[in-house]
Structures are given as structure tokens and as C-alpha cells.
């Protein structure tokens, strides 16, 4: 199994970053695929989900500003994150939920001036 995440980066507040997901290995349409994320000091916690029949489910501090998808026939996922603030500074993770579990290595997002 293989996740390759990219996308991450260092942006200014209000500003905008698009993570991706691509995998290998396991039957991606089968699964529930989903973002975590990890501040230092903090526990890992849901981002967004999305279900293998399109439903999305979203944390509360990033509804109206996040917006996850994916795309079966090229075994991605994908995090649009907008007006992003400080607080959404973390490593973020891809996660895949079904049969089995499987995470990502994690990218790092950034917010500062």
C-alpha cells in the first residue's frame, strides 16, 4: 500500500492550499477516505471524510471553508482548503477506512504572516 501526499505548504491567513492523495495498493473505491490532521501538542482529529458514494462529512471548524473530493478511476483524494487562519496550522494525514486502515506519511500545513 502506497499514499503520496502532497500539496502542503506555508500560506498567509485567508490564503489557500489544495492537498492531495494519490494511493496504490488496495481497492480505493471500496474505502472511506478521509483527512486527519495533528497540531503539536494536540491529538489527531477528523478533517473531512468522504464515503465511497460521495457523502462528505466535515468537522465543524473547517465546514464552509473545506471542501473534499475524490476521484475513483485515479485512486486520489483531495483537500481544498480556503480562508484558511492559524489554527488550521498542523500535519495533515489521508486516511483510508475499509477492509483494512491505512494512513499517509502526513504534509505539513502552515498559516503565519
Known amino acids: 500500500v502506497q499514499f503520496v501526499e502532497s500539496g502542503g505548504g506555508l500560506v498567509q491567513p485567508g490564503g489557500s492550499l489544495r492537498l492531495s492523495c494519490a494511493t496504490r495498493g488496495f481497492v480505493f473505491r471500496q474505502y472511506r477516505m478521509g483527512w486527519f490532521r495533528q497540531a503539536p501538542g494536540n491529538q489527531r482529529e477528523l478533517v473531512a471524510t468522504v464515503m465511497p458514494d460521495g457523502a462528505e462529512n466535515y468537522a465543524d471548524p473547517v465546514k464552509g471553508r473545506f471542501t473534499i473530493s475524490r476521484d475513483d478511476a485515479a485512486n486520489q483524494v483531495y483537500l481544498q482548503m480556503d480562508n484558511l487562519t492559524p489554527e488550521d496550522t498542523a500535519v495533515y494525514y489521508c486516511?483510508?477506512?475499509?477492509?483494512?486502515?491505512?494512513w499517509g506519511q502526513g504534509t505539513q500545513v502552515t498559516v503565519s504572516a
Open positions: 486516511n483510508a477506512r475499509g477492509p483494512f486502515e491505512f
